[in-house]
């Protein structure tokens, strides 16, 4: 089973700064990594898939990049409703599996 | 519209059991891979089980091996997740979501969910 583990566990930032989330899997995993935003009491919502690709309707302030075993999501400029949980998952065999989330909170 | 809706958790006693459906609305269902996943209260996500829009290729989490099983029914566009043999740690949030790609290549990764359905279980 391929292990996803995310950094830092919490990342208290302000509106308006940059945000940069890590995401290192056991083994590699190519370009096969999606991130999802999760609110409270929400569904997950889909943000990057394969990587670096941004799904429909995301905006461009979110990025991802990496491949292999590390890998990161960047948020250039916070806004009010990004603060939330982020989780990746990986598609590179079976078991499909999560990390186990960045939550971003206002400092 | 892409639709989701959840339905069928509750209140379960230990070693009991339970079927959640999955209502798709709003896109072809039968060209599409569907996937379960479930969250624990105040913990993260877990990927349960898949299952794909050709072929019926299905894989399971080893957590729920042999106890739960996903099908699908393309002519009344459902999903479905029954659980047997339910403990407490089985108690989460069953998500039903649809995958990204449709067609043979599935892709793995859900690009709309439900709002999900509460299962609980407990004496």
């Known amino acids: 089973e391929i292990v996803l583990t995310q950094s830092p566990a919490t990342l208290s930032l302000s509106p308006g700064e940059r945000a940069t989330l890590s995401c290192r899997a056991s083994?590699?995993?190519?370009?096969?990594l999606a991130w999802y935003q999760q609110k409270p009491g929400q569904a997950p919502r889909l943000l990057m898939y394969?990587?670096?690709n941004r799904a429909t309707g995301i905006p461009a302030r979110f990025s991802g990049s990496g491949s292999g075993t590390d890998f990161t999501l960047t948020i250039s400029s916070l806004e009010p409703e990004d603060f939330a949980v982020y989780y990746c998952q990986h598609r590179s065999g079976w078991p499909l599996t999560f990390g186990g989330g960045t939550k971003v909170e206002i400092k | 519209e892409v639709q989701l809706v959840e339905s069928g958790g509750g209140l379960v006693k230990p070693g009991g059991s339970l079927r959640l459906s999955c209502a798709a609305s709003?896109?072809?269902?039968?060209?599409?891979?569907m996937i379960w996943v479930r969250q624990a209260p105040g913990k993260g996500l877990e990927w349960v089980s898949s299952i794909s829009s050709v072929y019926n290729y299905i894989h399971y989490a080893d957590s729920v091996k042999g106890r739960f099983t996903i099908s699908r029914d393309n002519a009344q566009n459902s999903l479905y997740l029954q659980l047997n043999s339910l403990s407490a740690e089985d108690t989460a949030v069953y998500y039903c979501?649809?995958?990204?790609?449709?067609?043979?290549?599935?892709?793995?990764?859900?690009?709309?969910w439900g709002q999900g359905t509460l299962v609980t279980v407990s004496a």
């Open positions: 979501a649809r995958d990204l790609r449709p067609g043979h290549t599935s892709s793995w990764y859900g690009d709309s």
């Open positions: 394969d990587a670096s």
């Open positions: 083994q590699s995993v190519s370009i096969y």
């Open positions: 709003g896109f072809t269902f039968s060209h599409y891979s």
